[in-house]
């Protein structure tokens, strides 16, 4: 999508260096990272470019020498960062993260096209660097992102024009027309969506991530009744009550008022645990979809953990893993929890924004 204000040929330009940064410099730049460089240029100067690709498109200090390096060939400017100003910089930031200012953003964009970009930014823009303003903002859009999972076939059966014959209801409407069996019924399989279980870390290691899932375990659980949401750090709290509220705000409060441990230790498997022996067997995890959220820093004995996820991948119909940990530049789960985890997951994706939860929910649409 082309920014307000730029030219064609200039849009091109900083499609392809970011291109070059991933293919050439072999740094881990996602088209989601490229969307941003592009709209965030878009609002400065051509001279800005190299502190707004330093904004966007690289994760970690040890990818600025490369970094440089291509900037200067490819654009074929001097990467001398000595006449930057504190200021300058800071405001390059903050259109980056779509924090503009009054009078910064360009006379001749119209409030709809800056309101549209800014929503761009927001959809790409990281938990761990929303504002509270931007939370709420995030509640709005997280409500439109649908998730559509696989039916399955319920004990319960339901009146169909195909399927087997149901002599019993064949027989008593057949008392409204004399005795005549005129009207012949049939009955079928019926079904209905699969359950979603979210399981959602808040200890003190998730806090940059922890009120972003929520807010999307939110929304998820106000669009189907039969949903739920649980929370833990060294406990599991049952919150899906608490997220019936309309206002994301209030029902985030409320959770945070309701789970004792929120911001402190992690201990996932003896909360996996406690979840499958309350609940699991009960109905809610058997045959669920069960989306755990955790960055996977067990501080709990790994081997219960092993045990417990081998249990819920037999229970559940699938288990997917959300670590927002994934949006940093060359991560791998090297985390002993994450390593006993991984081999019972069906999927393994970030959940870091709105963009990569918009993508949880297309994947969940095709198991």
């Known amino acids: 999508m082309k920014s307000v204000g730029m030219s064609r040929l200039f849009f091109q330009r900083l499609l392809g260096f970011g291109r070059e940064l991933r293919e050439v410099g072999g740094l881990r730049v996602g088209t989601g990272q490229i969307l941003e460089f592009c709209s965030s240029a878009a609002w400065l100067s051509p001279s800005d470019v190299y502190w707004v690709g330093r904004a966007t498109l690289i994760g970690h200090r040890d990818e600025i020498q490369a970094y440089d390096e291509i900037f200067y060939r490819y654009w074929g400017q001097d990467v001398s960062r000595a006449g930057q100003t504190r200021h300058e910089v800071e405001r390059v930031r903050a259109v980056a993260e779509g924090e503009f200012e009054e009078g910064e953003r360009g006379g001749d964009a119209d409030a709809g096209s800056l309101r549209a970009s800014r929503l761009e930014l927001l959809r ?60 012949f019924v049939r009955r079928g399989a019926k079904y209905r969506s699969r359950r979603i279980v979210f399981v959602l870390d808040v200890s003190g290691s998730m806090a940059a991530y922890s009120r972003g899932l929520l807010v999307f375990a939110h929304a998820a659980v106000r669009s189907n009744a039969r949903w739920e949401a649980f929370c833990f750090g060294t406990r599991l709290t049952r919150v899906t009550h608490l997220l019936k509220s309309q206002d994301p705000d209030e029902a985030l409060r409320r ?113």
């Open 124 to 183: 790409h823009k990281s938990f761990s660097r929303l504002s509270a303003e931007e939370l709420s903002e995030l509640a709005r859009l997280i409500s439109n992102v649908r998730l559509s999972v696989a039916m399955r076939r319920s004990r319960r059966r339901e009146t169909v024009r195909r399927g087997q014959p149901d002599i019993r209801r064949t027989i008593r409407r057949a008392f409204r027309t004399g005795g005549e069996p005129i009207e």
């Open 255 to 367: 959770a945070g008022d309701e789970v004792n441990d929120w911001d402190g230790g992690t201990q996932i498997g003896r909360s996996v645990k406690r979840f499958l022996d309350d609940f699991g067997h009960g109905g809610l995890a058997r045959g669920a979809i069960v989306v755990m959220c955790s960055d996977g820093l067990e501080v709990g004995e790994p081997r219960v953990l092993e045990e417990e996820m081998d249990r819920l991948s037999r229970l559940a119909y699938r288990v997917v893993w959300l670590n927002p940990l994934q949006e940093i530049a060359g991560y791998q789960p090297l985390a002993y929890g994450m390593q006993c985890a991984l081999p019972y997951l069906d999927i393994f994706a970030s959940g870091h924004n709105l963009a990569s939860l918009e993508n949880l929910a297309w994947e969940l649409g095709r198991l």
